[in-house]
Structure formats: structure tokens, C-alpha cells
């Protein structure tokens, strides 16, 4: 399914409308460049799920958590191991759990079957082209 937003207000509504068909156990692989709507899209994705949490990127800390959601930034690690030692294999089998993960490509490998893939293309300043495979 693709998608073109052309302000943050179509990228919310967007990704309120995949909040209602994601459920617990589900992972969500984030792909995309810096500025390309990752993170923005993860705070709208979480206020959709009916949390109230300040969403934060977690780039400098790897993983944060809202509720049952797991926030993960895989940015800065440079391995499938330093993944695992933050618990990742754990965060992505907890069926009580959302796993969300930006820079997922290190660990594309220890996904489930059914993980959603979302890629984020940046158009313009306002402007993205959301492409979403998997999504139930």
C-alpha cells in the first residue's frame, strides 16, 4: 500500500489508521533516511494506540518504551550482536508488546514471518511517500 502525505496532519491520520489493525506481538520495521518521518510517525502511531506518552527518538539511548510499545533506534549500532544485547530478540517475541524499530535492516533477519514493513521516502519539506507491506 502506498501512500503520499503532504502535511503531518495526513501522516497522523495515517498512522491512526494502521494503529487500529496492528495488534500486540506485532513488529513494525521502520525504514527510511534521516528527516524522512520515522520517529514523527512513531509518536502519532502511539498516540493512535490510546497512549499518552511524550514520544521521544531514541537514538541516543537505542530503546525507550511507552506502555506496551518498545520504541527502538537501531541507528548507531554497528552489529546483530549489539542488537541482542539490548534485548532485542526478546522485545520482537513478547506477544504483550508492540515493537517498533527505525534502522531495522541489521537484525531483518530475526523478524517474525509477518513483521510490517513501512518505507518512508522524503519528497519535500512536507512531503512523503509512505509505503507499508505486511500490514494484516
Not at 81 to 94: C, L, P, R, T, V
Request: net charge negative; glycine share 8%.
Amino acid at each position: 500500500m502506498e501512500n503520499i502525505t503532504k502535511s503531518t496532519g495526513e501522516t497522523k491520520k495515517l498512522a491512526f489508521e494502521i494503529a487500529k489493525r496492528i495488534k500486540n506481538g506485532d513488529v513494525i520495521a521502520l525504514y527510511g533516511d534521516l528527516g524522512g518521518g520515522k520517529t514523527t510517525f512513531t509518536r502519532y502511531l502511539v498516540e493512535g494506540l490510546g497512549l499518552e506518552n511524550r514520544v521521544q527518538s531514541p537514538t541516543f539511548v537505542v530503546a525507550r518504551k511507552y506502555g506496551y510499545v518498545n520504541h527502538v533506534d537501531l541507528y548507531r549500532l554497528t552489529s546483530k550482536e549489539e542488537a541482542k544485547d539490548i534485548g532485542i530478540e526478546e522485545m520482537i517475541s513478547d506477544e504483550e508488546s508492540i515493537t517498533v524499530i527505525e534502522w531495522p535492516e541489521i537484525i531483518e533477519d530475526l523478524f517474525p514471518r509477518k513483521a510490517v514493513k513501512i518505507y518512508f521516502e522524503y519528497i519535500d519539506e512536507n512531503t512523503r511517500k509512505i509505503t507499508i507491506k505486511n500490514l494484516h
